[in-house]
């Protein structure tokens, strides 16, 4: 217990976030840029999206294992398909699409 409570401590003034709430930072406060869906992979529950986006002539590509809502929704994710990324304007190559 105390050693948890001393790394979220750390964590806190290093200003680090779990995984969740870095997502959630993201999806409120990135930036929004086009992206394009390059491949999907359905072959388990969770299908991966596998996608690029370009900012400042670079171009960035990522993956994301969709959401249960956005697994909904599969046919907006296709190959080809344009979609809304958000990324971190401090560290352009973390991003999560919408």
């Not at 929004?32 to 390059?38: D, L, Y």
């Not at 969770?46 to 994301?64: A, D, G, L």
């Not at 958000?86 to 973390?94: A, K």
Request: net charge positive.
């Amino acid at each position: 217990m105390e050693k948890r409570y001393i790394g979220r401590l750390v964590d806190k003034i290093l200003r680090r976030r779990s995984e969740d709430e870095y997502r959630r930072w993201l999806l409120k406060y990135g930036r929004v840029v086009e992206g394009r869906v390059i491949d999907s992979d359905d072959a388990d529950l969770s299908p991966t999206i596998y996608y690029c986006y370009n900012i400042s002539n670079v171009r960035y590509e990522s993956s994301q294992t969709l959401t249960p809502e956005q697994g909904q929704h599969r046919t907006k994710y296709f190959p080809g398909a344009a979609i809304s990324v958000r990324f971190d304007p401090r560290h352009p190559g973390r991003a999560v699409i919408e």
